[in-house]
């Protein structure tokens, strides 16, 4: 629980943690704990994304756990998301060629 609370300097490393322990079917023992993280993460969002150079992996692990526990994040209303994802996807592509 520790390191899941210990810093909300990273939430992609708190995100990361959040899926691991999905994954490991535990995440039941720390809902209180998961919900203030998703939602502090929810609430930072837009800021996030504009400050931050992420790879595509990072950001849709973000928005599925997010969608995961009932945050309302739409490509379509968040348009930094949608951008995101097409800016990755077409750099992804040109890398490859």
């Given at each position: 629980?520790?390191?899941?609370m ?49 790879d ?7 928005f ?34």
């Amino acid at each position: 629980m520790g390191m899941l609370m210990a810093s909300k300097k990273d939430p992609v490393e708190n995100v990361e943690f959040i899926n691991l322990l999905c994954r490991l079917g535990v995440s039941y023992h720390f809902e209180t704990e998961i919900e203030d993280q998703v939602d502090y993460v929810h609430d930072a969002l837009p800021n996030f994304l504009e400050n931050n150079d992420h790879d595509l992996h990072t950001v849709a692990l973000l928005f599925r756990v997010l969608r995961q526990y009932g945050c309302k994040v739409s490509s379509g209303n968040d348009l930094s998301i949608l951008h995101f994802f097409i800016n990755s996807i077409y750099t992804w592509i040109h890398v490859w060629e």
